[in-house]
């Protein structure tokens, strides 16, 4: 049984919508689009009176070079919150089917599920916060189409072993696609699953240059999956998702002095994320500070919303996640420079009582 089965039938008999850009290329005049012929004011040599690629070659293939899959195991979109969107609503029924979660984790899986109608089947993560495989599989129903497993997870921070994931992934074939998210994965010590999409068709993965690679303003994220599930999305995506200075600005972080710069600053939060660890960890209304393979901290304080309030007066926002996650008494502290990690141990270290 192919990982499409479980896809939702009318998207995959639907015929889907053919854009001028992708009927036909290579011409001189451009006459096709319905778009101007002339370039915006400060275009710069750009082409913004055109519509892009859908799927622009040059981008596709350093983002399948940079995480070792073919390029036709590659869609590239708005963000990973987009290929989360388009999975959800490609395999799930509204109505009839749902996603798997373990709570507390990223917060966009439920709400393209509730979007989409679908039903949430939640396996909340055992009580140190590391995932249960065996308590996965046992709640698996057949209307759940997607288990999505966040590696390192948000906001707890934690990764997932490989041989788990691997373990999952054999386990959910023929029932279920495993979507791996790994937003987080360029400051763990353990490294992408991608390779095993070539093992398993009912596996995706998603990455992000939001993160690592400092880009979330420009918005580009990837799945990496089988190719018939990326064709699949293919039919229900928009038909030019990427604007060109977005493209662009991915390409300049892709090239080689942007990789340095990526590389440089990736030391900087890791270094910065033991220190902190450590530093929040003696403060006396800190009760915990969870181990972290992310470029954040959850931690677990006395009074967290007066913590959170402290911060705030001082101009430092953090992430309330007691509003929404089963975190317990909990903010999620991003890693920012060292000065304004320091900052933040100095408004802390003020008010420990
Ligand atoms: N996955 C996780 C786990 C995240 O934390 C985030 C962003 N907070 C995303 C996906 C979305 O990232 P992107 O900017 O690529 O849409």
Known sequence: ???????????????????????????????????????????????????????????????????????????????SDEAIDLLVRAFCRAGRDAVLIQPPTFGMYAVCARVQDAGIVEVPLAADATLDVDA??????????????CTPNNPTGQPVPRTELERLVQALAGRALLVVDEAYVEFADEGSVADLIDRYDNLAVLRTLSKAWALAGVRIGSLLASAGVIALLRRIMAPYPLPLPSVDAALLALSGWGQANAREHLAVVRAERTRMCEALRWLRNVREVLPSQANFLAVRFDDAAGAYQRLLAAGIVVRDVRRYLNLGDALRITIGTPAENERVLAVLQETSP
Do not use: H
């Open 1 to 79: 049984m192919s990982v499409l089965d479980l896809a939702r039938p009318e998207i995959r008999a639907m015929q889907p919508y053919s854009s001028a850009r992708m009927e036909a290329s290579g011409g001189e005049v451009l006459l096709n689009a319905n778009e101007s012929a002339w370039a915006p004011v400060g275009d710069d040599g750009l082409g913004c009176n055109r519509y892009p690629e859908p799927q622009p070659a040059a981008l596709v293939e350093a983002l399948a070079t940079l995480y070792g899959v073919r390029r036709e195991q590659l869609l590239v979109g708005r963000g």
């Open 136 to 149: 996965v599989l046992a709640a698996l129903t057949p209307a759940v189409k997607l288990v999505f497993v």
